[in-house]
């Protein structure tokens, strides 16, 4: 894992001064992946402290132990993200221990690839959109009034959609369905956020493509459309949360895509998404992440 992937100098170095130092960030799914790249990249850019929520508890303890140290407190909270009730245990636990948050990295995210009709109704539709959609809407509600009240600092929500939530596919039906309504409700929340007058307060919605944390293992990229580096891609996004960019999609294809498929017929569209761009088969070979 490379320590100095975000703190380069440049632009995400610089807006980082008004937003990340003395900063309380959480971060939820932060044991592994692009969640971890997150939470190095606040312990390097002069956070106060890191929450590290996982319910990966030997992972979570790791990460934790080792960005800890005088400089940036970074704690464990095993939470289990489908229930409001561990959420609101874990949002007290990180007020006792570590004080208001500032940053909320709602990171984590499941996913599930197979025809619809071979979903279990509770662990793969409920579970999905409980991990998906309804976790980052209560974790987010439950910090919400005090990140409005408090404007003495900046403050900043990164939810991390997928360009899943913009475009139909084959074997996505619930992942795609929960990463629309996030997509929905992120932006909704925005554009409440900026007519309430809270300019201290910016919500970042990401839209990444593949992304090669193992989540999607098996998949292919569609045209012009590589598998993206963790690296790259938490980068990108962590750049527009500094900035408060509303929305930010990498690569650049995830806008072609949409911006296609919102002015040609649908079933030219189809021809085009299937035939050439391949992007109904790139979950053809989907086998995605061993379980724990």
């Known amino acids: 894992m490379r320590r100095h992937l975000f703190p380069r100098s440049g632009t995400s170095a610089g807006t980082a001064r008004g937003v990340i130092p003395g900063a309380v960030v959480l971060i939820t799914g932060a044991a592994r992946g692009m969640g971890e790249l997150y939470a190095r990249a606040a312990r390097a850019q002069g956070a106060r402290a890191i929450a590290i929520w996982d319910r990966d508890e030997p992972a979570a303890r790791r990460v934790a132990e080792e960005l800890d140290g005088p400089e940036c407190t970074v704690r464990a909270f095993i939470v289990d993200l489908a229930s409001l009730t561990d959420i609101r245990r874990g949002v007290a636990e990180v007020r006792a221990q570590l004080g208001s948050v500032d940053v909320l990295v709602n990171n984590a995210g499941i ?7 071979e979903h279990d109704a509770e662990r793969d539709i409920r579970g999905t959109l409980e991990v998906n959609t ?10 919400l009034p ?4 408090d404007a003495s600092r900046p403050k900043r929500i990164l939810n991390i959609a997928s360009a899943a939530g913009t475009l139909a596919n084959p074997n996505m039906s619930v992942y795609a369905a929960s990463k629309w309504a996030l997509i929905g409700w992120s932006e909704s929340l925005r554009l409440e956020l900026e007519r309430d007058g809270a300019p201290h307060l910016a919500v970042t919605t990401f839209c ?5 944390t193992g989540m999607f293992a098996g998949a292919r990229g569609p045209l012009l459309t590589p598998i993206m580096r963790p690296g790259v891609a938490a980068r990108a996004a962590w750049t527009g949360m500094l900035r408060g960019t509303p929305v930010v999609m990498k690569p650049w294809t995830v806008k072609l895509a949409m911006a296609l498929r919102g002015v040609l017929p649908t079933r030219l569209w ?5 035939r050439i761009f391949h992007v109904y088969s790139s979950m053809d070979r989907f086998t995605g992440r061993a379980p724990r």
């Open 111 to 117: 996913v599930t690839g197979r025809p619809f009709w």
């Open 134 to 143: 309804l976790a980052p809407m209560w974790l987010t509600r439950e910090l």
């Open 146 to 149: 005090e990140m409005r009240a």
């Open 208 to 212: 990444p493509s593949y992304v090669s």
């Open 270 to 274: 189809d021809r085009i998404a299937g």
